[in-house]
């Protein structure tokens, strides 16, 4: 979800490895071939030794800050720069980025989506003074005291990725209370690199770079240089610095075993998710219609998430946060309270529930905007809700919402009743950058734990990206956020969540799945560009979708999103792009490319078999019964269901499904409609029918069909 309404913003020594590590960003954990260590991965050894600061420590701490990317020399919404992330004063409008994305409040940006309560327009002027408003504490200024420390000018600093290096080590070491050798005794020294005056924030980023060096990473960074840190299993879970007897938590277990394993070609074993008694039974979607085809449930799967996933929340900052423990979550409470004069009375921001919800999906979007305005933002009642929000310098998480509750954030009303939310700050049009690896990690640990509390399937048609929500009518499929955008790096965030997305043997559909560090898709429309220009070459984790299997072969079209009107290469136009681990039934193949069915028609994308985009799944899916059927953007129970609430019109969307095409399918629901349409959740009102959908992944975004409709596959 953008965040900011279109007012505002236009306003150790490394040591051979006993074997290949699984890549950091790499589809599939496939390793890296390493080259000697010249360019950056000699910048982090010469500055660690010129400053004393072991060298595992300096690798780690930037692997966490940037993925050890230069970003161009452009800053993080915290004003930070370089592999280090060493932040400058926060220039003005250094936390409002320009976008090309809907806004809140804009005709077809209401967060809510629910057409028997639409947003007032009237909110608007209140959304954009919230978003003005920077109530949190910014982070620590780092940048010049760096420079002076190695004596370089702060602009050098910015653009010079081996002087940021070297100016990050210097300030490190003086963070040092006495000269070490040993990691082990750095925690202190990492924790105030953090830059923040929260000791629990400080303290959760000191211990997420100890499980960094335990575990280890490698990459290729963002302008081709190759790092390594290898591990260190024998750090000590106890790291100095902590108080006695109290135990550093870790993202993986102290055996570098217990690190997700690369995955192989696998066959079809999976099984199938357990029933949760927490969901209502008509929203369940369990069963054989339910997709698995991108899980592996069993003990091989088990890591010290799933263990924590099952435990209750221990205590937090204020004892009221849905979190695991390691994660030190802030309680930040969005508001929820009335406003105005009758009749034209309203509340906000979110509607609490007097029952037990059922959720299905977790929502991954991005802020568009800094961290320093969501608190003013989300204690406004006149604006919007999310249920967690992620800083990207440290990965700290602060929740808004009580998950129980429903949040006013995905634009599709049916879509927030059953789902999370979590923002992540960031921009989808700045090439990923400052995409945290600290972001990553404490998303991938928040997700775990949600989906273990819920019961959600733990693939691409159960969380979903606000790219992929569909719009509820013909008329709001146009102003559809696309958020987090085409370089969220999904097969990084699946395999830190220990369910990579695994090829099947056989089976008539593919899961998309690019190698992101090589995937060079090429956008245009980045904020750092000129419109219609191209955006800097980095990975992605889209293939584009031709009308033919060629290259220069125009995109497919979609009528819902550009009526009579082509697909562009934007990088906020998803209309002909599929994204890593989303799941399509294949229509042809032909030399070096696959054919999809997507939105009505044949898609085609390069997919050579030496150089794999996608990898073959096995899953349920759905084929026209007779003619063509209907598309809708909610599951909306039928007419003759409404007993106490207004009837919700089903509304279909522009897109049909011709007879002989096949489409994959994520859940199966019954329809239902939660009417909260008022300020004590004792009147909120719950209509069931029993009409049956199959949610499918029609195009970019998963859409549902009447299950009287299809017949269902496999």
């Known amino acids: 979800m953008q965040l900011w309404p279109a007012a505002v913003l236009a306003a150790g020594v490394l040591t051979a490895s006993a074997g290949p590590l699984p890549a950091a960003g790499v589809p599939g954990g496939r390793a890296l071939s390493a080259p000697a260590a010249p360019g950056r991965q000699a910048d982090f050894a010469s500055a660690a030794r010129e400053h004393g600061v072991p060298e595992s420590v300096l690798l780690a701490v930037a692997y966490l800050e940037s993925r050890w990317d230069a970003n161009g020399g452009r800053p993080s919404t915290a004003g930070g720069y370089g592999p280090m992330h060493l932040v400058d004063a926060l220039p003005g409008g250094a936390s409002v980025g320009k976008s090309a994305g809907t806004a809140i409040g804009d005709a077809h940006g209401d967060p809510r989506g629910d057409d028997a309560r639409p ?27 760096a420079g002076r ?63 960094v060096m335990r575990e280890g990473a490698q990459r290729r960074t963002d302008d081709g240089q190759f790092v390594r840190l290898t591990p260190v299993p024998d750090l000590p879970l106890r790291a100095a610095g902590r108080p006695d007897g109290e135990r550093a938590e870790a993202v993986t277990q102290a055996d570098p075993d217990a690190r997700p394993a690369a995955p192989e070609l696998e066959t079809d074993g999976d099984a199938p998710p357990v029933s949760n008694e927490q969901h209502d039974t008509d929203r369940a979607g369990t069963g054989p ?18 263990t924590e996933a099952k435990e209750q929340s221990a205590k937090q900052t204020s004892g009221q946060t849905e979190c695991p423990s390691s994660l030190a979550c802030e309680w930040m409470p969005a508001a929820f309270e009335r406003f105005g004069k009758k009749p034209n009375r309203d509340y906000g921001n979110h509607d609490r529930l007097a029952r037990k919800r059922a959720v299905d999906y977790i929502v991954i979007h991005d802020t568009e905007g800094g961290y320093q305005g969501i608190p003013s933002m989300i204690r406004n009642p006149k604006y919007v809700s999310w249920h967690y929000t992620i800083r990207s310098r440290d990965g700290h998480v602060a929740q808004h919402v009580r998950t129980n509750d429903i949040a006013w954030h995905a634009g599709n009303w049916d879509v927030n009743t ?5 923002e992540h700050e960031g921009y989808l049009a700045k090439g990923g950058a400052w995409y945290t690896e ?29 790219d992929n929500v569909p719009g509820t009518t013909p008329q709001t499929v146009a102003g559809m956020h696309e958020d987090p955008g085409p370089y969220w790096d999904w097969a990084h965030y699946f395999e830190l969540m220990n369910k ?145 609430a207004a009837y919700q019109p089903l509304v279909p969307l522009k897109y049909k499904i011709p007879p002989g095409q096949t489409y994959t399918v994520g859940d199966t629901v019954t329809g239902s409609y939660y009417a909260a349409n008022a300020f004590s959740p004792s009147k909120h009102v719950t209509t069931t029918g029993k009409t049956r959908y199959h949610q499918i992944q029609l195009g970019h975004r998963v859409m549902f069909v009447m299950a009287k409709d299809v017949r269902l596959i496999g």
């Open 119 to 145: 947003m007032p327009r009237t909110r608007t002027e209140a959304i954009a003074r919230a978003a003005l408003r920077m109530s949190a504490t910014p982070p620590r200024t780092t940048l010049p005291e």
């Open 438 to 466: 600290a972001m990553y990690r404490a998303s991938a640990r928040l997700v775990k734990y949600l989906a273990g509390q819920y019961d959600i399937p733990l693939n691409r048609a159960h969380v979903l990206g606000h």
């Open 418 to 422: 059953r789902s999370i939310g979590i």
């Open 500 to 644: 990579p997305l695994k090829a099947a043997k056989g089976g008539d559909s593919v899961i998309i799945r690019p190698s992101y560090a090589a995937n060079d898709a090429r956008f245009t429309g980045c904020v750092t560009t000129k419109p219609g220009h191209s955006c800097p070459a980095r990975g992605a984790a889209s293939v584009w979708l031709h009308k033919s299997p060629s290259e220069t072969a125009p995109l497919v079209t979609d009528l819902g999103k550009h009526p009579g009107k082509p697909s562009t290469r934007s990088v906020y136009d998803h209309s002909a792009r599929a994204s890593t681990g989303q799941r399509y039934a294949v229509a042809e193949r032909q030399g070096d490319w696959t054919a999809i069915w997507y939105l009505g028609q044949k898609a085609w994308f390069h997919n050579p078999a030496a150089n794999p985009t996608a990898v073959p799944a096995k899953g349920p899916m759905v084929t026209p019964l007779s003619g063509a059927v209907k598309v809708y953007g909610r599951a909306y129970p039928e007419k003759s269901a409404y007993r106490s």
């Open 289 to 306: 219609n339910r997709d698995t085809s991108d899980e592996t449930v069993g003990a091989e799967d088990e890591s010290w998430w799933d």
């Open 149 to 211: 420390l190695i004596g370089v000018q702060p602009g050098r600093l910015r653009t010079d990725p081996a002087a940021n290096i070297r100016a990050g080590a210097a300030l490190l070491a003086s963070y040092q209370a006495r000269p070490s050798a040993d990691p082990a005794d750095w925690h202190a020294a990492v924790a105030r690199y953090a830059g923040t005056d929260d000791p629990a924030a400080s303290r959760a980023f000191a211990d997420e770079v100890f499980s």
